[in-house]
């Protein structure tokens, strides 16, 4: 998992890993080419640069990235998908991560999936309130959450299209009219993406990036494998162990089908 992937017809290290490094070297680069962080609250011109972050796989990786641009002084937006099954943005350590970025100065805000509620386009005043409803939910936990949402694998009718009551990263403004580059599926592998100076939206998953290089395929694994056995643990410490089962419901002869499911077949 640490050997830089290498370009197989060529023999050679790929020029773009997915390290930290050079994830802060790539974002040092574009400020010293002259950009200047900017926010989805106004319009972008020449050197204006939107950083967004779609949190798919690991908040914790998260944290790690918004600490990088903190440091290098860049404002970004965290968007967070309530509806995976991967993670849930309102476990504690979870909250943590999501508070942690508003304090080094970061927006946070709602990844939201279609995919979750329908298969075609429903028509605006759906999505408007289907999204009003997950910001609504997230802003019980997180104070101001960003007007602006991104939309996981956003279906072709979402894109350059304009909503009354949320700002859409996926707006002509901030997508078509400008210079968009993603990290997606880490298609810079061989070739970080170009700029040229206009007003640009950058995009990365945090969950793609580590301390050490790997493949696309071994960070969803390794993201995975982290959730996994962050299940495993809060299972056996909140229903598993008998100091902190429901055992006031397990008396005897009555035990309640809960606390019999909890204790794993007993
Ligand atoms: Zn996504």
């Known amino acids: 998992m640490t050997t830089p992937p290498r370009d197989e017809a060529a023999g050679r290290v790929s020029p773009v890993t997915y390290t930290y490094d050079w994830y802060e070297r790539f974002f040092e680069r574009l400020l010293d080419d002259g950009y200047t962080p900017a926010s989805y609250d106004e319009p972008l011109g020449d050197g204006d640069l939107v950083v967004r972050h779609d949190v798919d796989l690991s908040p914790a990786k998260a944290l790690d990235v918004g600490r990088i641009e903190a440091d290098l002084g860049i404002r970004s937006t965290f968007f967070f998908l309530l509806t995976n099954p991967l993670y849930n943005p309102f476990h504690r350590p979870n909250r943590r991560v999501i508070h942690e970025l508003v304090e080094m100065g970061h927006d946070v805000g709602v990844h939201f999936s279609t995919h979750q509620y329908w298969g075609e386009d429903p028509g605006d005043e759906a999505i408007e309130t289907r999204v009003a409803a997950e910001r609504e939910v997230f802003g019980t936990a ?45 298609r810079w592998r061989d070739a970080p993406p170009d700029v040229d100076g206009g007003p640009l939206q950058v995009l990365t998953h945090p969950g793609l990036w580590g301390t050490e290089d790997a493949t696309f395929e071994e960070r969803v694994e390794e993201a995975t494998a982290y959730q996994f056995d962050r299940v495993e643990r809060f299972v056996e410490d909140e229903f598993v162990h008998d100091r902190n089962t429901i055992g006031e419901y397990d008396h005897r002869g009555t035990a309640s089908r809960g606390a019999d499911e909890g204790r794993n077949g007993r």
């Open 142 to 186: 997180f104070t101001d959450p960003s007007p602006a949402v991104s939309f996981h694998r956003p279906p072709e009718w979402v894109l350059s299209r304009e909503f009354d009551r949320f700002i859409s990263t996926y707006e002509r403004r901030f997508f078509a009219d400008v210079q968009y580059v993603g990290d997606s599926s880490q």
